[in-house]
């Protein structure tokens, strides 16, 4: 196996690499801790690698790779938030549950967490310009 040569670039390779401006590398350097070879000269494999970790830490929220949470682990994490949403929404709808009976109650509380558990519909607009039918 061969091994991977170290590529040693300027700042503006990088940037190029990054899709972002030269400032904008130089800060990552200072304020988020990217690693660089020497004043003005960075490995830009390295980089590449920080800067994957460094965009997925920013989307997702996590450390690293997510944490080396497993799939499952995940889903349950996220079934677990949406549960407690689901639940902040019961005072709101208690009001209603007083003199029911179970059955009733229950219908209500599906009925309440179907509607948590329902993507958010995105209103989209066509224009459609001065056409008339």
């Not at 682990?73 to 009001?95: F, G, Q, V």
């Not at 009976?101 to 001065?130: F, N, S």
Request: glycine share 6%.
């Amino acid at each position: 196996m061969a091994r991977e040569k170290k590529q040693f670039v300027t700042v503006d390779k990088v940037a190029e690499a990054f899709g972002i401006s030269e400032r904008q590398v130089q800060r990552l350097v200072i304020y988020e801790g990217m690693k660089r070879v020497d004043r003005g000269r960075y490995n830009l494999n390295a980089c590449l690698v920080w800067y994957v970790a460094f965009l997925h830490k920013k989307v997702c929220g996590c450390v690293g790779p997510c944490d080396g949470i497993t799939p499952e682990e995940r889903a349950a994490t996220n079934a677990r938030a949406e549960h407690k949403k689901a639940l902040k929404e019961i005072p709101s709808i208690a009001p209603e549950l007083v003199s029911l009976k179970a059955a009733a109650i229950r219908k209500i509380l599906l009925h309440a967490v179907e509607e948590i558990y329902q993507p958010e519909e995105v209103e989209e607009t066509v224009d459609v310009g001065d056409e008339t039918d």
